[in-house]
């Protein structure tokens, strides 16, 4: 089976709709999603230990409107062994069951997918919790569950659970949790089954930010201060050497990632005007040589 690249799955991450007529004054956009901002963290590869938890802090600013579609992704891209998966918040999610196999909506909700699986033994959903298991975006795997999150600080974290030997190969089950700093409530998500019985995680992994759905007027992109920051492995912090912030081509430039003292702090919903970078290095570690040392 061949695993969809990096960049593929990040222009994939949300389902492709039809985009009806919109303002004629509008410039011509890339059909949705866009992808108003990733970001790309990556940290020493050397200090790769064997996975255990990955912990991320995200925070918004402002409560966003149920109908406006908002994909915030701690997760936007990340790696375990060879097996690709991403992870974040919801304003509107779907899924469905096993007693009711009709994908429906559930408002605001979380998630974790991952790639190159479609077997629903691969899957494991939270009490009340929902599924997906699709090749519309590549073959995938995901969990869903319904949660009324509102602006607030969060932690989304993925802990390493039981592992499992079936047909002389061995599976590690990952659970995918949030943390509700204002709540100080743990919400399980459910977990995934990923190949391996020692994962590790790869030292390059994407955040970002999304306006998914029907198209809409870009007026409509709502205003807040979305911020990722405190990345932990293992419960340690992680050693980054870099984080970059790419501006795709062809989305509405709606967005811009300023560094604030190693927290990546991103103005969602004001117009940039006439942007020339479209990557722009935020965080970059000093090497000895470059302190004089």
């Not at 108003?36 to 790769?48: F, G, Q």
């Not at 938890?53 to 060879?82: C, E, F, K, M, T």
């Amino acid at each position: 089976m061949k695993t969809p690249t990096p960049l593929i799955l990040l222009s994939l991450v949300a389902a492709i709709t039809s985009s009806p007529a919109t303002r004629a004054e509008e410039p011509e956009y890339k059909k949705m999603p866009w992808h108003l901002v990733d970001l790309w963290w990556k940290w020493d590869a050397s200090s790769a230990v064997p996975f255990e938890r990955y912990d991320i802090d995200v925070s918004l600013s402002s409560d966003v409107a149920d109908d406006v579609r908002l994909y915030v992704a701690p997760i936007g891209l990340g790696h375990l062994n060879d097996t690709p998966f991403y992870g974040g918040i919801q304003t509107r999610s779907d899924g469905n069951s096993q007693a009711d196999p009709k994908l429906r909506e559930i408002g605001r909700g979380l998630l974790m997918s991952m790639w190159g699986e479609r077997r629903l033994e691969a899957i494991r959903p939270a009490q009340g919790g929902l599924f997906q298991s699709s090749g519309h975006e590549g073959d995938f795997v995901s969990i869903r569950r319904p949660y009324p999150w509102t602006a607030g600080k969060y932690t989304y974290s993925l802990i390493k659970m039981d592992t499992e030997r079936r047909n002389d190969q061995d599976y590690t089950w990952v659970a995918a949790l949030l943390y509700s700093h204002q709540r100080d409530e743990n919400i399980f998500i459910g977990a995934l089954r990923f190949p391996g019985k020692t994962l590790e995680l790869k030292n390059s992994i994407a955040s970002f930010v999304e306006i998914y759905g029907p198209r809409r007027p870009v007026e409509e992109i709502p205003e807040l201060v979305v911020t990722f920051g405190n990345l932990r492995l293992n419960h340690l912090p992680v050693p980054l050497i870099s984080c970059d912030a790419i501006y795709p081509q062809g989305v509405p430039d709606y967005a811009e990632a300023r560094n604030e003292n190693g927290t990546i702090t991103i103005q969602v919903g004001k117009p940039i005007e006439n942007r020339t970078q479209r990557q722009v290095r935020l965080i970059e570690q000093q090497k000895p040589s470059d302190t004089g040392q």
